[in-house]
């Protein structure tokens, strides 16, 4: 059974850094893009950084320049390297795969594998 499984996430002070991974058990990602996508407190979902199977990255304007997503293929995993991380970075963060033809706005929809999500916190 497909599942995805994020570690890394904790707390820091603005401006310190955090590195989130997520391994993929269970399917065949090289079909798949891989994506980031984060919940803060009364906001929607967001995406945050995405790579398609082509190793092609796009990434939330808030992020650019701060956050480097990368992808092992082989080891089917997902990293997001956050620096000089805000208070507004604070969310649960989930790590989701989905094919071409099922994205949302350029992300993972419902019908994709999601992890279980790493909480991230920002102090000011």
């Known amino acids: 059974q497909a599942r995805l499984v994020e570690s890394g996430g904790g707390s820091v002070q603005a401006g310190g850094s955090l590195t989130l991974s997520c391994q993929a058990f269970?399917?065949?990602?090289?079909?798949?893009?891989m994506a980031w996508l984060r919940q803060s407190p009364g906001k929607d979902r967001e995406g945050v950084a995405v790579v398609d199977y082509d190793g092609n990255s796009n990434y939330a304007d808030s992020v650019k320049g701060r956050f480097t997503v990368s992808r092992d293929y082989a080891k089917n995993s997902l990293t997001l390297q956050m620096n000089d991380l805000k208070p507004e970075d604070t969310g649960m963060y989930y790590c989701?795969?989905?094919?071409?033809?099922?994205?949302?706005?350029?992300?993972?929809?419902?019908?994709?594998?999601w992890g279980q999500g790493t909480q991230v916190t920002v102090s000011s």
């Open positions: 269970g399917y065949t990602s090289s079909r798949y893009y």
């Open positions: 989701a795969a989905d094919r071409r033809g099922r994205l949302v706005n350029g992300y993972p929809g419902p019908q994709g594998y």
